[in-house]
């Protein structure tokens, strides 16, 4: 369902020449959970603008459904593609309460915004976040800036699939969390995929995770992708199985190779 074909992204900035994205080929099929280890600078962040529209590339072509979206913009490809960053402050509106924000989140639906939300809507809202099970159906009328980070997070996860993207990418969406909230919300995320089908690509520093998460994984390395594993040999692999694999390409990465966090021992259990 999503396919990219000879895609490649060069940035320039006076003599500064950076290929982020070597010619590369993806393919991702309906209901994959694709995840995307690498070392800094590997390309991982700018695959994701690339399949976002955030970003155009240099040369090649992006598909999503059979149609070619490498021109649209990323406004519009919004409508398909959800999409949760790193930075629990950035996938939600801080000055508009819980309630308000997942009314914005319908958007996507193709309903208007109202300032007063209907009783059944709010009632369908309190359902929806009691659902996580973190307090939030308390706290409808409260502004998103007084939630924690975890609450946020996980707020800005219900607000991604409240209505079903055809994909969805997660870039390093745990990252800025502790340990405790990182589990939290790998596994909220874990089930709405599931729920919904929804085919999704994680970037992540953290290769237990990696590993313990989705049915396929690839490793990237200067813009190009240098190992893929799906399947059982991706479900039977190792942290220092990668650990090798890395080694093996002579890359040093003291974020990659030490971080290694407890949250995926909920993940996997």
């Given at each position: ?6 895609v ?5 900035s006076?003599?500064d020449?950076v290929?982020?994205i070597?010619?590369?080929d993806l ?8 995840t ?6 590997a390309?991982k962040?700018t ?5 976002a529209?955030?970003?155009?590339p240099?040369t090649?072509r992006?598909?999503?459904?059979d149609?070619d979206i490498?021109?649209?913009?990323a406004y519009?490809?919004a409508?398909s ?5 790193q930075?629990?402050l ?5 000055d508009?309460?819980v ?8 958007k996507?639906q193709?309903?208007?915004l109202r300032l007063?939300?209907?009783?059944k809507l709010?009632?369908h809202f309190r359902?929806?976040?009691a659902d ?6 308390t706290?409808?009328s409260?502004?998103?800036?007084l939630?924690s980070g ?5 707020l800005?996860?219900?607000m991604a ?5 055809k994909?969805?990418?997660l870039?390093?969406h ?10 939290m ?10 729920r ?14 990696a590993?313990a ?7 990237m390395?200067k ?15 190792t942290v220092?199985?990668?650990?090798d694999?890395?080694s093996?390409?002579h890359?040093?990465?003291d974020e ?5 966090m407890?949250e995926?021992s909920?993940?996997?259990?």
């Open positions: 369902m999503l396919t990219l074909k000879n490649s992204k060069a940035f320039n006076g003599a020449h290929q982020a070597q010619t590369l393919s991702l099929a309906e209901g994959d959970f694709l995307i280890i690498g070392s800094n600078g390309g962040s695959l994701l603008n690339l399949i529209g955030t970003v155009l240099s090649g992006i598909f999503l459904d149609q490498t021109s649209v913009p519009r490809r409508r593609i959800g999409r949760i960053v930075d629990p950035a996938g939600t509106a801080p508009m309460t309630a308000e924000n997942l009314a914005l989140a319908m996507r193709g309903r208007g007063a939300l209907p009783r709010r009632i359902d929806l976040v996580l099970d973190i307090g939030l159906e706290r409808l409260c502004p998103v800036s939630l975890g609450e946020r997070q996980a800005a996860v219900l699939t409240l209505v079903p993207p994909l969805l990418l870039d390093e745990t990252a800025a969390l502790d340990p405790a909230n990182a589990a919300i790998v596994q909220l995320t874990e089930s709405f995929v599931d919904s089908g929804l085919a999704t690509l994680m970037v992540t520093h953290n290769m237990e995770q590993i998460v989705g049915n396929r994984l690839i490793m390395h813009g190009e992708i240098i190992h893929e594993l799906h399947g059982a040999a991706k479900k039977h692999s220092d199985d990668l650990v694999l890395f093996r390409r890359i040093a990465d990659l190779l030490l971080k290694r407890p995926t909920a993940v996997a259990a």
